[in-house]
């Protein structure tokens, strides 16, 4: 491993690696130490570079958490490097750059998960518990991971966060999946916009474009879902929008 990295370990040799991708020291050596103390053995890199050598030298971790701007080779750089390697780690930015189009871009690169550096522990530790250790939850409640959850021609794989619509795989990031599944899994019931948000983002947790901001974010969302279902279906048209309220899931008459 490269000399500029270190590396903790968990007592237990079961731990899920995590690697800790950030060019602020004082950061890694913080989140690194809460981390080992849930459980997780810790790699730590101060660039992209320095991480891509040692995941291609076999160091592949369960997750990364990933910073956005750092020498060398910046986070969004790294993630592609990865993926042009078959290296198919997932990976969570974290970082400060909040904005909105940043979390487009990285999403649309292929990370699970987006969340800002000023979240909580719990908050990242929930994340990287459902990635790694298959926990499952929507909103508050725990999910049953035994069987698929169907509705129609939608299919749920909660022991491997995968959509399926029509026997076709959905290109669903981990985010987009859990709020199909959010939907789904309400029978005629309606889902607000804030119960959405409040599962991306955590709960109570306030967005930017005034008081409420949150309801662009969730419709982007939305968009998105919406578009990657069309790919599959053209005739998609089972999330239906209750304006100034939220969405419904809808099953095809």
């Known amino acids: 491993m490269p000399p ?6 968990s007592r237990a040799e079961t731990a899920r690696r995590i690697a800790i991708v950030d060019d602020d020291a004082l950061f890694r050596e913080s989140l690194g130490l809460n981390l080992v103390e849930n459980g997780y053995a ?31 080779l910046d986070g969004p750089g790294l993630l592609r490097s990865m993926r042009e390697r ?11 750059l909040g904005e909105e189009t940043y979390e487009e871009a990285a999403l649309r690169i292929g990370a699970v998960d987006f969340i800002d550096k000023s979240r909580s522990l719990s908050i990242i530790l929930q994340r990287l518990r459902i990635i790694t250790e298959g926990s ?9 991971e035994s069987a698929p959850i169907v509705r129609g021609k939608l299919e749920l794989r909660d022991d491997i966060s ?6 076709r795989q959905l290109d669903l990031t981990l985010t ?4 199909v599944r959010l939907l789904a899994g309400q029978v005629d019931t309606d889902v607000t916009y804030r119960q959405i948000y409040d599962l991306v983002r955590g709960k ?12 662009v974010n969730v419709r982007s969302f939305i968009k998105r879902i919406r ?3 069309k790919e599959v279906d053209d005739n998609f048209d089972c999330i239906a929008n209750y304006p100034g309220f939220g969405y419904r899931w809808v099953d095809p008459k």
């Open 4 to 9: 500029a990295s270190a590396e903790r370990h």
């Open 42 to 72: 810790v790699e730590e890199f101060a660039d992209g570079a320095l991480a891509l050598e040692a995941f291609i030298a076999g160091g592949v971790p369960s997750a990364v958490l990933l910073d956005w701007r750092m020498p060398n």
């Open 86 to 96: 078959g290296l198919e780690a997932p990976v969570i930015f974290l970082t400060v």
């Open 136 to 144: 499952k939850t929507v909103g508050d409640r725990a999910v049953n």
């Open 162 to 167: 995968r959509a399926f619509y029509d026997g």
């Open 176 to 179: 987009e999946f859990n709020i």
């Open 204 to 215: 109570d947790f306030v967005a930017g474009y005034g008081e409420e901001g949150y309801r």
């Open 227 to 229: 578009q990657k279902l």
